[in-house]
């Protein structure tokens, strides 16, 4: 453990004030980030990092020094703007999954990667990706966090992150290709197509051992319906990555307004040094 004195922690391993305004000084713009990639618009993620300093200053006692207080903020950010993201339109998981199970299903991948190529059919499209997922697949496909990074976020395993990241491609695919799907039949195709198609998303990250991706390049190489969903996510994944702002910077206008974010000096002046 660091020293106390120098990580803005008193006895307890509580946060003090002068902590908090450094860390909306050091890290306002990251956090900004986070939440800007998950609500997608900047007046909107604004708001969410002012939230989520106004919770965690409230709840600063039960900060304990466990993890740095950079991924404890990180991860009340992410909260507070997944909540926000939660709608009605939302498809569960488990009926994307049903018919991603299904060896028959797949979709028109022109179709598909063309839609996600129109931002507002993108976007959409996303309202109906279930909000965990979503924010998973966001972080990682639009904003670049790496899995690692993406699950210190959401407070999970490495493991549950490749999970939701996968379930946030099969689902925006789903939703893009939901008019024209399309149902073919099988034969004599090595490996279950749920298989496959569970692996794929791993494979487009580069992420799988040498010998699952072998037996998935063979079933691509011979299955009717995989290949046109493969397709989907790869166009798809490169339609978010184009979401990226291209000027990847905070405005100094923000940044400033973001680091005046002192929770403690707003619930307690005495406590600001400011
Ligand atoms: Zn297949």
């Known amino acids: 453990m660091t020293d106390a004195a120098a990580d803005g922690r008193d006895h307890a391993g509580a946060l003090d004030a002068d902590a908090f305004a450094r860390l909306a000084r050091d890290r306002g713009p990251a956090l900004f980030r986070i939440a800007n990639a998950v609500v997608r618009n900047p007046a909107d993620a604004e708001d969410v990092v002012q939230e989520a300093f106004l ?21 009340i950010v992410h909260n507070v703007a997944v909540e926000r993201i939660r709608g009605s339109r939302e498809v569960p998981v488990a009926e994307v999954e049903e018919r991603w199970r299904d060896d028959a299903y797949t979709v028109e991948a022109e179709r598909v990667v063309e839609r996600a190529a129109t931002v507002e059919e993108l976007e959409d499209a996303l309202i109906h990706v279930p909000a965990d997922p979503r924010a998973a697949m966001l972080l990682h496909d639009v904003e670049g966090l790496p899995i690692a990074e993406v699950a210190r976020v959401q407070g999970i395993t490495e493991d549950a992150a490749k999970l939701r990241l996968r379930r946030g491609r099969m689902a925006l695919v789903t ?85 005046a974010l002192h929770p403690g000096a707003q619930a307690d002046p005495g406590l600001s040094r400011s």
């Open 175 to 259: 939703a893009l290709g939901r008019e024209d799907e399309v149902f073919r039949a099988m034969e004599g195709v090595p490996l279950r197509c749920w298989d496959a198609r569970r692996f794929v998303s791993e494979y487009i990250d580069g992420g799988l051992p040498p010998e699952t991706r072998g037996a998935l390049e063979r079933h691509l190489a011979t299955c009717p319906t995989c290949p046109p969903l493969y397709a989907s996510l790869v166009g798809v994944r490169t339609a978010l990555g184009r979401l990226r702002d291209s000027d990847r910077v905070v405005p100094a206008e923000l940044a400033a307004r973001l680091a």
């Open 55 to 75: 919770r965690a200053w409230r709840s600063r006692d039960r900060f304990r020094g466990e993890g740095s207080p950079d991924a404890w903020l990180g991860r």
